[in-house]
T-cell receptor
């Protein structure tokens, strides 16, 4: 089954404790992206990647890191989480040729930073 | 930079009534445009997409959308709403060209409530 998986689905952590949210897709998509969703603010893009070893900042990259060492994986790293990073996070992927940016979304990761 | 505006934060319609959700965009060329739906507690699912050609596009679940370049709009429509359509709907436009290719902008979303 074609899908985007994220782990963990729920995470409660404390300020300053490094964490990684994993994202994996099995559709051989070139494009992957991370978003955060906050009430009243829609989805805001954190980082995106057009292909392996290529990453770019979205609209809200501060406090986040990403890497794209393999085509299928695009982990989101919070080196020193703060309470304002409490949010619902989505990973997404799409083709770049044929049907570009028609994104498939993961189920979301709800992060709480205390 | 591109932008997307969904003027209606919340819309309520009766089951069986028609629906139109508005989306206005700003983009310097012919855009690609998307509508996504997010059911409560779920991730987003692609409803339909516009790349080029026919300005009226059909999607899943009986939805359609019309691209109107003169109005910079891409409104989503459904002739008869079902209770299961209650969800949040997002319009989106990606940057296609130059160094920001791949940057995606989403509207703030419209929450649809369906009355029995």
């Amino acid at each position: 089954e074609a899908q985007v998986t994220q782990n963990p689905r729920y995470l409660i952590t404390v300020t300053g404790k490094k964490l990684t949210v994993t994202c994996s897709q099995n559709m051989n998509h070139e494009y992957m992206s991370w978003y955060r969703q906050d009430p009243g603010l829609g989805l805001r893009q954190i980082y995106y990647s057009m292909n392996v070893e290529v990453t770019d900042k979205g609209d809200v990259p501060e406090g986040y890191k990403v890497s794209r060492k393999e085509k299928r994986n695009f982990p989101l790293i919070l080196e020193s989480p703060s309470p304002n990073q409490t949010s619902l996070y989505f990973c997404a992927s799409s083709l770049y040729e044929g049907s570009p940016f028609a994104q498939y979304f993961g189920p979301g990761t709800r992060l709480t930073v205390t | 930079a591109q932008s997307v505006t969904q003027p209606d934060i919340h819309i309520t319609v009766s089951e069986g009534a028609s629906l139109e959700l508005r989306c206005n965009y700003s983009y310097g060329a012919t855009p690609y445009l998307f509508w996504y739906v997010q059911s409560p507690g779920q991730g987003l699912q692609l409803l339909l997409k516009y790349f080029s050609g026919d300005t009226l596009v059909q999607g899943i679940k009986g939805f359609e959308a019309e691209f109107k370049r003169s109005q910079s709009s891409f409104n989503l429509r459904k002739p008869s709403v079902h209770w299961s359509d209650a969800a949040e709907y997002f319009c989106a436009v990606p940057q296609l060209l130059n160094t920001n290719a791949g940057k995606s902008t989403f509207g703030d979303g419209t929450t649809l409530t369906v009355k029995p």
